[in-house]
């Protein structure tokens, strides 16, 4: 994925803007980019485990009835 970034010119004006890939991050820049979606991930993932093991415990009451 490439990113499009405008360089500060000399004079203080904003340059054309030009495609960055990410290759070109700095190692700092691509792991806080990684931790945020794995934080992501972890939330979709308790969210999910949540459902799931509501689903459980209410089937269980219905199978105990």
């Given amino acids: 994925m490439a990113f499009v970034r405008r360089k500060r ?3 203080g004006t904003l340059g054309e803007l030009e ?3 990410e290759n ?11 931790n945020k979606m794995l ?3 972890i939330s979709a993932l ?3 485990q949540d459902f799931t093991n509501d689903l459980i415990a209410e089937l269980a009451t219905k199978v105990y009835q």
Wanted: charged share 45%; proline share 0%; no cysteine.
């Fill in 39 to 41: 934080k992501a991930q």
């Fill in 9 to 11: 010119l000399s004079d």
């Fill in 19 to 21: 495609k960055v890939s």
């Fill in 24 to 34: 070109s991050l700095t190692n700092e820049e691509r792991l806080e980019k990684e």
């Fill in 46 to 48: 308790i969210e999910q």
